[in-house]
């Protein structure tokens, strides 16, 4: 395994104990829970939606009632993927400030890496989340990746509210081409 596979592995399990001591407890009073999708877009595979909407049609049968605008107004269909916006994911418990089917497989991926997930190396993380502490963050980060790392962070430049935080070996010099970035998280 390579330098650069294992500070992504070490990033992504940083994030992931980031979300479970921090962004998932917070989930219960958030003013403005993520499920609701008032702001966020949700992409969903035919699975996810077939379940969630608890839909009994074909694949096909189901696009074409999108595509006729009778289908759930919440839904657009793209690329072979589902978008959900504007209405509560059915998988949200409001009473409860909860996901139904968290910890399960059915469970889209964005809801996984929202609001902070590993990229190449470095951490994305979306501040549209109120759990998030940019400088809490950083330190786990630090904590993890050790004091022969820096950390350098840097907004989107069309997108404000996503903070890239860069790990970068000390005493290394920033790289000058740009670098496939995965895309921007949709959740």
């Known amino acids: 395994m390579s330098a650069r596979q294992r500070l992504a592995q070490q990033l ?15 989930c219960a009073v958030c003013a403005k829970p993520c499920c609701r999708l008032d702001t966020l877009v949700l992409e969903l595979e035919w699975k996810q939606v077939k379940i969630l909407w608890k839909l009994d049609e074909s694949r096909p049968a189901f696009d074409r009632r999108l595509a006729s605008g009778k289908g759930p107004e919440e839904i657009r269909e793209g690329d072979g993927l589902y978008y959900i916006h504007s209405k509560p994911c059915p998988a949200y418990d409001d009473a409860g400030h909860a996901c139904r089917i968290y910890g399960q497989e059915i469970k889209p991926a964005g809801c996984s890496d929202f609001p902070v997930y590993e990229d190449q190396g470095s951490v994305i993380a979306d501040l549209r989340c109120e759990a998030v502490d940019i400088d809490g963050l950083v330190a786990a980060v630090a904590k993890v990746v050790g004091p022969e790392f820096r950390i350098v962070r840097s907004a989107d430049k069309d997108f404000s509210f996503l903070v890239t935080l860069s790990v970068r070996k000390v005493g290394s010099t920033p790289p000058t081409g740009k670098r496939s970035r995965r895309p921007k998280p949709t959740l």
Do not use: K
């Open 12 to 26: 992504a399990a940083a994030l992931a104990a980031y979300q479970e001591s921090t962004v998932i407890p917070h």
